[in-house]
């Protein structure tokens, strides 16, 4: 059974950085993209990183361009989210999102909700 | 970037009625169209893959149409289950985006 269970939220200060974490199971890691989509709070869904299966090239929306920086370690199965001068805009659950190429996604975490306040 | 334009916004629907949803890219788009359910405190779920090709496990009353700017989601036969979000999304060019999403509602 694929899973893919995220961690690394909490509340964090404008200003401040964040690191979350998708680990992967149930299928092999290594062959598949991987992307990194969020939700604020009763809004819909924003792609924001995507990075291929051996980690190159990797593409990001505008509005974290510069900020994040997405990652991958395929021995460990595991994706991540470097997320630094966080904004209150950046307010969301975070989810990860197993990418068929540059396509679909067909399978996604239970997501992690990322909280930026003063 | 490509904006993707959902309607309605929100749909009221009884149970066994036929659910229709629409999306709408601001460019040509060719079938690089999918489709996803969200229902409420739940991640997304692919329901449909390149504007019309089926998912496996996904109920066959979920449907898909379309090719270039305009595509249609159809539920025939609305199950109670089927109460949720459903949002479009392109993968034709970059940045990837997403419809602002359809909420629909059991009467």
């Known amino acids: 059974e694929v899973q893919l269970v995220e961690s690394g939220g909490g509340l964090v200060q404008p200003g401040e950085s964040l690191r979350l974490s998708c680990v992967a199971s149930?299928?092999?890691?290594?062959?598949?993209?991987m992307n990194w989509v969020r939700q604020a709070p009763g809004k819909g869904l924003e792609w924001i990183a995507y990075?291929?299966?051996?980690?190159?090239?990797?593409y990001y929306a505008d509005s974290v361009e510069g900020r994040f920086t997405i990652s991958r370690d395929n021995a460990k199965n595991s994706l991540y989210l470097q997320m630094n001068s966080l904004r209150d805009e950046d307010t969301a659950v975070y989810y990860c999102?197993?990418?068929?190429?540059?396509?679909?996604?067909?399978?996604w975490g239970q997501g992690t909700l990322v909280t930026v306040s003063s | 970037e490509i904006v993707l334009t959902q309607s309605p916004d929100f749909q009221s629907v009884t149970p066994k009625e036929k659910v229709t949803i629409t999306c709408r890219a601001s460019?040509?788009?060719?079938?690089?169209l999918h489709w996803y359910q969200q229902k409420p405190d739940q991640s997304p779920k692919l329901l449909i893959k390149?504007?019309?090709q089926s998912i496996s496990g996904v109920p066959s009353r979920f449907s898909g149409s379309g090719s270039g700017t305009d595509f249609t989601l159809t539920i025939n036969g609305l199950e109670a289950e089927d109460a949720a979000a459903y949002y479009c999304?392109?993968?034709?060019?970059?940045?990837?985006?997403f419809g602002q999403g359809t909420k629909v509602e059991i009467k």
């Open positions: 999102a197993r990418g068929w190429g540059s396509s679909w996604y067909d399978y």
């Open positions: 149930g299928f092999t890691f290594s062959t598949y993209s």
């Open positions: 990075i291929t299966s051996s980690g190159s090239p990797i």
């Open positions: 460019q040509y788009i060719d079938r690089s």
């Open positions: 390149y504007a019309s």
């Open positions: 999304h392109q993968s034709s060019s970059l940045p990837w985006t």
